[in-house]
């Protein structure tokens, strides 16, 4: 997998005659294979407008996104995007909502149901495959929409703040299980959030946007989802001396383009 | 005398003023309830008293002579009519003959204009080119009361069933077709976005994110639609029936049989509040998870 986002602009029309808006200008990102990639700034710094690119709901108004040499032009299986809510479907059960892809892809009934086994076990839904999904809490609801999106083996998954609507506790433990899938899966993301803290704790990388017209000023690469991994844990790693001056540092980025307002 | 002891005694003194200081003060929930939920709690023994004492009410009246049977016949008399009726039937024709007859043309009707409304209610909001075309001409006749146009639909279509079944279809076309058109809206974006990045297309995104999704809002169009249909079956009966529950309601007030006005108003009455009934039943079934995501 490789992403490449190439100079990148979109120019929103002014609503009945008022001034055009810049929401992206001049982006230009390259994702590689397994990269984790964080996007932090304040609202309206243009975040959501580049997952749509890259999920192809938006055209560019100038630049191109190409994946793997490609031309997106459209959204596809090959983009997988979870959303922070309102995404699932609650006619459907648990199970035929994680086979909802698939179904969509018409996989007969019998494929589809070995290839949800394995990511109702990974994500820890067993038990759960006939509730109705309104009926869940919102942190399952959201690890249906994680295996939703995982059963049709994208390349790319895109997150757009997918822990948002979480409470803190459940927060915590959500990320620590993307950070698993993403590296049993061996899966590139592309992971939008508000919350820094989180940034740092996920990403391989960080991109820090700013607003007005929206565009990448930073970009740090980040040791912390590895030293996870490696068996420390989540706590220790965010309580850390060298994680809490990153914290500090993009902090302080995100309130001087705030205070700017 | 304690003071608590002094308030009783006031509040025995006058039963009136205790009582509307019962239904002004803000009583604290009991435990399971929210507090200040406006208009919680279960009515059923409060509306089933209100039948009961409208019932008494109209019986004695009419038992104590204060009204002419002319005017409002006694609740019994209007039941011993249905029971004559039943039996011997009205104009020739059997009351189960004339209660067929009028739900074969109000159920008819609505299957129709389901059948066109919903496909062409979601059409109209899934497509410019549909909603430009058809907007137009359901938004003019709509507001428009059905006796208004019978006289054409007469005119047009004669004097059988063409018209009786058109006029009702009419009525119950617009208020299911514009359901079915706002009901296009009720999927969320990110619910449509994430059948497309599965690789949907647009014939899927409407079977089965879109049509689902409406399905509370056309249910409930149809709700009010069979109303509609109700409402306009007595226009529909009043030119060349001879039978039907709406026909047999007008041809007794020209011979002034009052009883079997109020007897086929009640059965009218009867059919649709089954039939929603049913419908509730069914919203049930499909839709149990309306207003929970």
Not at chain 1, 26 to 42: K, R, S, Y
Not at chain 1, 105 to 134: C, M, T, W
Not at chain 1, 185 to 196: A, E, R, Y
Request: net charge neutral; glycine share 10%.
């Amino acid at each position: 997998m490789r992403l490449n986002i190439e100079n990148a602009t979109v120019i929103y029309p002014g609503i009945s005659g008022g001034p055009v808006t810049e929401a992206l200008q001049q982006i230009n990102l390259t994702m590689e294979d397994g990269d984790f990639v964080v996007t932090i700034g304040a609202s309206g710094c243009g975040k959501s407008t580049l997952l749509n690119l890259i999920a192809g709901f938006l055209a560019p108004t100038e630049g191109r996104i190409m994946l793997d040499g490609a031309a997106v032009e459209g959204p596809g299986a090959d983009r997988s995007v979870i959303f922070q809510k309102h995404a699932l479907l609650p006619w459907l059960n648990v199970r035929d909502n994680i086979e909802f892809g698939l179904m969509l892809q018409g996989h007969v009934k019998e494929d589809r149901n070995k290839v949800a086994d394995r990511f109702i076990k990974l994500l820890g839904l067993s038990g759960f495959e006939d509730s109705p999904v309104y009926a869940l809490s919102g942190g399952m609801q959201q690890r249906v929409g994680i295996a939703r999106a995982l059963t049709c083996d994208p390349k790319l998954l895109l997150m757009d703040e997918p822990l948002g609507a979480l409470d803190a506790l459940t927060r915590e433990k959500a990320q620590e299980l993307i950070l698993r899938i993403w590296h049993d899966t061996g899966k590139s993301v592309f992971f939008i959030t508000h919350s820094v803290e989180e940034a740092l704790f996920m990403g391989t990388r960080l991109v820090v946007m700013s607003p007005r017209p929206g565009r990448i000023t930073h970009e740090f690469n980040l040791p912390f989802s590895k030293q996870f991994l490696d068996g420390i844990s989540a706590r220790s790693v965010k309580a850390s001396a060298e994680f809490i001056e990153i914290r500090e540092e993009v902090l302080a980025i995100i309130f001087s383009d705030v205070e700017a307002e | 005398m304690s003071n608590q002891n002094k308030e009783r005694g006031k509040k025995a003194q006058s039963p009136i003023r205790g009582l509307i200081v019962r239904l002004a003060r803000e009583r604290p929930t009991r435990p399971g309830e929210i507090y200040g939920v406006p208009g919680s709690g279960d009515t059923m023994i409060l509306s089933l008293a209100t039948i009961g004492i409208l019932l008494f009410v109209w019986w004695l009246i009419t038992a104590l002579g204060w009204v002419k049977p002319l005017f409002v016949p006694s609740p019994q008399s209007i039941f011993i009519r249905f029971l004559s009726i039943w039996k011997e039937g009205f104009t020739g024709s059997p009351l189960w003959m004339h209660i067929l007859i009028s739900a074969w043309r109000v159920f008819g009707a609505f299957l129709l204009a389901c059948a066109i409304g919903i496909p062409l209610g979601l059409a109209m909001g899934m497509s410019t080119l549909i909603r430009g075309i058809f907007d137009p001409p359901i938004e003019f006749y709509r507001p428009i009361p059905p006796l208004a146009y019978l006289p054409l639909m007469i005119i047009w279509f004669g004097i059988g069933e063409t018209s009786k079944i058109l006029l009702i279809f009419l009525s119950v076309f617009a208020p299911v077709a514009l359901g079915a058109r706002s009901g296009v809206r009720s999927a969320a974006i990110e619910q449509i976005h994430a059948a497309y990045s599965f690789g949907a297309t647009r014939w899927q995104v409407l079977r089965h994110v879109i049509l689902p999704a409406a399905m509370p809002e056309i249910l409930t169009a149809m709700r009010i639609g069979i109303g509609f249909g109700w409402t306009t079956l007595v226009a529909a009966e009043m030119v060349a029936a001879t039978k039907g529950i709406g026909y047999m309601v007008l041809s007794a007030s020209q011979f002034l049989q009052t009883a079997v006005v109020i007897m086929g108003i009640v059965v009218i009455a009867a059919i649709a509040y089954l039939f929603d009934l049913l419908m509730r039943l069914v919203e049930r079934k499909v839709v149990p998870w309306k207003g929970k995501m």
